[in-house]
Nanobody, 121 residues
Framework: VQLQASGGGLVQAGGSLRLSCAVS????????MAWYRQAPGKQRELIAD???????KYEESVKGRFTISRDNTKKTMALDMNSLKPEDTAVYYC????????????????WGQGTLVTVSS
C-alpha cells in the first residue's frame, strides 16, 4: 500500500491550491484519512481529517479556509486550500488508517511522501 500526495507548489498570499492524495495497492478498508503539515523548524501537525463517512475536522488556523474531502470509490483524498497565507508554507503530508487484510489484527497508519506548499507574501 502506498500513498501519493501531489498538488503542491508556489502561490501568492490569498491564492488557492488543491492537494490530492491517492492510495494504491490492495486494501480491505480505508478508515480515517488526514492531512498533516510540517513547517520549517516546527513539528508536524494535524490540520484536517475525515472519517470514512465524511465527518471532517480542522485545526483552528485553517478552519474556514481549507476543505478536506475523499472519494472512497477512487481511494483518493483532497485538500482545497483557499485564502492561503505565508504561514501556511510547509510540507504537506497525507495519511490514512488502512486495514489491508481482514485477517490482520488491526489497521495501520500509512503516510505519503509529502508535497511542498510555498506561499509568498
Amino acid at each position: 500500500v502506498q500513498l501519493q500526495a501531489s498538488g503542491g507548489g508556489l502561490v501568492q498570499a490569498g491564492g488557492s491550491l488543491r492537494l490530492s492524495c491517492a492510495v494504491s495497492g490492495s486494501t480491505f478498508s480505508i478508515n480515517a484519512m488526514a492531512w498533516y503539515r510540517q513547517a520549517p523548524g516546527k513539528q508536524r501537525e494535524l490540520i484536517a481529517d475525515i472519517t470514512r463517512t465524511g465527518i471532517d475536522k480542522y485545526e483552528e488556523s485553517v478552519k474556514g479556509r481549507f476543505t478536506i474531502s475523499r472519494d472512497n470509490t477512487k481511494k483518493t483524498m483532497a485538500l482545497d486550500m483557499n485564502s492561503l497565507k505565508p504561514e501556511d508554507t510547509a510540507v504537506y503530508y497525507c495519511a490514512a488508517d488502512i486495514w489491508v487484510d481482514p485477517a490482520d489484527a488491526m489497521s495501520k497508519m500509512y503516510w505519503g511522501q509529502g508535497t511542498l506548499v510555498t506561499v509568498s507574501s
